[in-house]
């Protein structure tokens, strides 16, 4: 009803404008005049309904968009060009030898007719606007409730990681300049990787203090940021996420030269602290924590690559605690959640909003100011046609609930665009997420079945030729792949044993790694432990 009285309102608004203009012009002599005032008077209406009808027309015919209101503006634009068209022709009539019709027509309550059509008009967007920010405001407190909900429970700061986070982030800060020194990557082969190296035997030897604050912390079983508990700003995560990528990094190179000088133990360490803090910074605001999250998980599953060779008693492994951590599923669902608490501040505020300027100008997710801001003519229109946000949060919520289900499963459903304009923009392809989050996970699981071929090397001198050996003993069953819903495979070639999943492109190609879209997901063991290349 109300999108039926501001298409009337609209209508008549541009209707009467032209009339009271051609009013006005009417009482030229000229006929050339005439027509040239009525044509630039025109332009005006024509505009602003042009513009409505290429925005509907855009999003229909080039994003595909479901709801993209065409229809409405399309027949607005067409009943007042027909409307137009009668006036100008009623307008222009007239007797032989006489002054058109519109010369006669009373210019003042054609415009008083305009004003209170405009005042209807006006009035109806404001109401309509008004509700659109109050669903929305209502979805913010929804969607903010379960977010702060399903954070970790708030703890005394004994059993917080964060502080000693923030305490090992300020350290490597500090120290980034001898960090730079250091030529050894952290990843990479371990062929390439040189012990010796004097940059970073100093290095770590300095950093010891560091790495020992990074395995505390990530041993807790709470990760708290006071600042995620506010607004989600995203000028203000981005250092963070450098740090948490660095010190994982540090703990990744560390691993390697405690490899190579043969203290497994202490290797296992760093990868297991690297897998924990995965899970930390997984509950972080914003899609790009998980992802960066995601990232620093699968440098845990290479160190324990390098890692597990070199384990020579069961008591090495005592570090790890793989089966205790929530599957990355979880971890992306709880991402995808904080992503739609972010997207749903920015529908609050669109299409001027402020999240991502200075703090203080932010605005918390269920703030009341949401309603109370100052509202613009063009702002209320664009928010009234083209947000979206019950769209957006039902496909935020599909997207969460797929989030935790096998790849294979909701593969075909991810291909499925939203219907709303806002969503469409907020929401690009979650294709490549969720792929990556399944390819995480699956690593996860490569890395699980690794650590149980790993104590049956210990306990037969030998690694499994099939992984059928480690069940019921070391695995309660294998680990099913999500992307074709089979067991994980095993190919064993050139004294490694690959541990593999057949990746996004669903074909078995025998355990390569993926490159440029086609190969396995992998993880390689070797039959005998490394030898230490050098000595303490």
Request: with cysteine; net charge negative; glycine share 6%.
């Given at each position: 009803?109300?999108?039926?009285?501001?298409?009337?309102?609209?209508?008549?608004?541009?209707?009467?404008?032209?009339?009271?203009?051609?009013?006005?012009?009417?009482?030229?002599?000229?006929?050339?005049?005439r027509?040239?005032?009525?044509?630039?008077?025109?332009?005006?209406?024509?505009?602003?309904?042009?513009?409505f009808?290429?925005?509907?027309?855009?999003?229909?015919?080039?994003?595909?968009?479901?709801?993209?209101?065409?229809?409405?503006?399309?027949?607005?634009?067409?009943?007042?060009?027909?409307?137009?068209?009668?006036?100008?022709?009623?307008?222009?009539?007239?007797?032989?030898?006489?002054?058109?019709?519109?010369?006669?027509?009373?210019?003042?309550?054609?415009?008083?007719?305009?004003v209170?059509?405009?005042?209807?008009?006006?009035?109806?967007?404001?109401?309509?606007?008004?509700?659109?920010?109050?669903?929305?405001?209502?979805?913010?407190?929804?969607?903010?409730?379960?977010?702060?909900?399903?954070?970790?429970?708030?703890?005394?700061?004994?059993?917080?990681?964060?502080?000693?986070?923030?305490?090992?982030?300020?350290?490597?800060?500090?120290?980034?300049?001898?960090?730079?020194?250091?030529?050894?990557?952290?990843?990479?082969?371990?062929?390439?990787?040189?012990?010796?190296?004097?940059?970073?035997?100093?290095f770590?030897?300095?950093?010891?203090?560091?790495?020992?604050?990074?395995?505390?912390?990530?041993?807790?079983?709470?990760?708290?940021?006071?600042?995620?508990?506010?607004?989600?700003?995203?000028?203000?995560?981005?250092?963070?996420?450098?740090?948490?990528?660095?010190?994982?990094?540090?703990?990744?190179l560390?691993?390697?030269?405690?490899?190579?000088?043969?203290?497994?133990?202490?290797?296992?360490?760093?990868?297991?602290?690297?897998?924990?803090?995965?899970?930390?910074?997984?509950?972080?605001?914003?899609?790009?924590?998980?992802?960066?999250?995601?990232?620093?998980?699968?440098?845990?599953?290479?160190?324990?690559?390098?890692?597990?060779?070199?384990?020579?008693?069961?008591?090495?492994?005592?570090?790890?605690?793989?089966?205790?951590?929530p599957?990355?599923?979880?971890?992306?669902?709880?991402?995808?959640?904080?992503?739609?608490?972010?997207?749903?501040?920015?529908y609050?505020?669109?299409?001027?909003?402020?999240?991502?300027?200075?703090?203080?100008?932010?605005?918390?997710?269920?703030?009341t100011?949401?309603?109370?801001?100052?509202?613009?003519?063009?702002?209320?229109?664009?928010?009234?046609?083209?947000?979206?946000?019950?769209?957006?949060?039902?496909?935020?919520?599909?997207?969460?609930?797929?989030?935790?289900?096998?790849?294979?499963?909701?593969?075909?459903?991810?291909?499925?665009?939203?219907?709303?304009?806002?969503?469409?923009?907020l929401?690009?392809?979650?294709?490549?997420?969720?792929?990556?989050?399944?390819?995480?996970?699956?690593?996860?699981?490569?890395?699980?079945?690794?650590?149980?071929?790993?104590?049956?090397?210990?306990?037969h001198?030998?690694?499994?030729?099939?992984?059928?050996?480690?069940?019921?003993k070391?695995?309660?069953?294998?680990?099913?792949?999500?992307?074709?819903?089979?067991?994980?495979?095993?190919?064993?070639?050139?004294?490694?044993?690959?541990?593999?999943?057949?990746?996004?492109?669903?074909?078995?190609?025998?355990?390569?790694?993926?490159?440029?879209?086609?190969?396995?997901?992998?993880?390689?063991?070797?039959?005998?432990?490394?030898?230490?290349?050098?000595?303490?």
């Open positions: 009803m109300n999108f039926a009285l501001l298409w009337l309102a609209a209508l008549v608004v541009a209707l009467l404008w032209v009339a009271t203009d051609v009013a006005c012009v009417g009482r030229l002599k000229r006929r050339w005049a027509a040239l005032l009525s044509m630039i008077i025109l332009l005006v209406p024509l505009a602003v309904l042009g513009m009808v290429v925005a509907t027309a855009t999003a229909k015919f080039n994003f595909k968009i479901e709801n993209n209101w065409f229809a409405y503006a399309a027949s607005l634009f067409l009943t007042f060009l027909a409307g137009t068209a009668f006036i100008l022709w009623q307008g222009e009539r007239h007797e032989p030898g006489s002054p058109p019709n519109a010369a006669h027509w009373r210019r003042a309550p054609l415009a008083i007719a305009g209170i059509a405009a005042t209807v008009w006006y009035m109806t967007l404001l109401n309509m606007d008004f509700a659109v920010r109050a669903r929305c405001a209502l979805l913010s407190v929804e969607v903010n409730s379960v977010y702060l909900a399903t954070l970790p429970a708030i703890t005394r700061d004994a059993q917080n990681a964060a502080p000693l986070y923030e305490k090992a982030f300020a350290q490597l800060k500090n120290d980034s300049e001898l960090e730079r020194q250091v030529n050894n990557t952290p990843t990479g082969n371990s062929n390439d990787f040189d012990p010796n190296e004097p940059a970073t035997i100093t770590l030897k300095h950093e010891a203090g560091t790495v020992t604050l990074l395995r505390r912390a990530a041993a807790l079983p709470a990760c708290r940021f006071d600042q995620d508990l506010g607004d989600p700003e995203i000028n203000g995560l981005l250092p963070n996420l450098n740090a948490e990528r660095n010190a994982a990094n540090v703990l990744n560390d691993a390697r030269e405690q490899t190579a000088r043969g203290h497994a133990a202490v290797a296992v360490a760093d990868a297991a602290a690297i897998i924990e803090m995965s899970r930390h910074f997984g509950c972080r605001p914003l899609l790009i924590s998980g992802l960066v999250a995601m990232g620093i998980d699968e440098l845990g599953n290479k160190t324990l690559e390098v890692a597990l060779p070199a384990v020579k008693r069961a008591d090495e492994l005592d570090a790890l605690r793989l089966d205790d951590l599957p990355m599923g979880r971890v992306f669902q709880q991402t995808l959640r904080s992503e739609e608490r972010f997207g749903l501040l920015l609050g505020n669109m299409p001027t909003n402020n999240v991502h300027t200075a703090k203080d100008h932010t605005i918390e997710a269920g703030d100011r949401l309603l109370a801001s100052g509202v613009r003519l063009s702002d209320a229109y664009i928010r009234v046609f083209f947000l979206d946000s019950d769209e957006y949060v039902n496909f935020m919520e599909s997207l969460e609930s797929m989030a935790t289900q096998p790849y294979y499963t909701v593969s075909d459903q991810l291909k499925d665009r939203p219907a709303g304009l806002f969503t469409a923009i929401i690009p392809s979650m294709t490549r997420a969720f792929q990556t989050a399944a390819e995480i996970g699956t690593g996860d699981d490569c890395a699980r079945t690794a650590v149980a071929m790993t104590r049956f090397r210990l306990d001198g030998t690694l499994p030729s099939h992984l059928n050996e480690l069940v019921p070391y695995l309660d069953e294998v680990p099913t792949d999500p992307f074709d819903g089979k067991p994980l495979r095993l190919a064993i070639r050139n004294n490694q044993w690959i541990i593999y999943s057949v990746g996004p492109d669903r074909v078995d190609d025998g355990g390569v790694e993926i490159d440029r879209g086609k190969g396995d997901v992998i993880f390689t063991l070797t039959l005998a432990p490394m030898e230490a290349t050098t000595k303490p």
